[in-house]
């Protein structure tokens, strides 16, 4: 059983930025790809961007490339999400999720039914 613990969301003004940091139960954290996913208000859940076991190959939505980075600790058994240049149309509730599927160390996985494990959620609202 993987815990998945969000942290760091709030309400920033656009243009501003935020660190979202998601903290993981377990012994074998380097083991899962760890993914940041968002659902904004009165749409879908969606991908933001992923991280490799080893951290050293990631993936960005389009939405967010150049403006977000995330990054992951395997000694602290930790995620993070780095946000800046935030826009209004960032605003949703961030969610963290790790794919415990044997993968190589550079593979990064995009598909939400992939995750295995997720976070209860932290909101971010960007105001105008």
């Known amino acids: 059983q993987v815990q998945l613990v969000e942290s760091g969301g709030g309400l920033v003004q656009a243009g501003g930025s935020l660190r979202v940091s998601c903290a993981a139960s377990g012994p074998t954290f380097s083991a899962y790809v760890m993914g940041w996913f968002r659902q904004p208000p009165g749409k879908e859940r969606e991908i933001v961007a992923t991280i490799s076991r080893r951290g050293d190959n990631t993936y960005y939505a389009d939405s967010v490339k150049g403006r977000f980075t995330i990054s992951r600790d395997n000694a602290k058994n930790t995620a993070y999400l780095q946000m800046s240049s935030l826009k209004p149309e960032d605003t949703a509730v961030y969610y963290c999720?790790?794919?415990?599927?044997?993968?190589?160390?550079?593979?990064?996985?995009?598909?939400?039914?992939?995750?295995?494990?997720w976070g209860q959620g932290t909101q971010v609202t960007v105001s105008s």
């Open positions: 999720a790790a794919d415990l599927s044997p993968y190589s160390l550079v593979k990064v996985t995009t598909l939400q039914r992939d995750y295995d494990y």
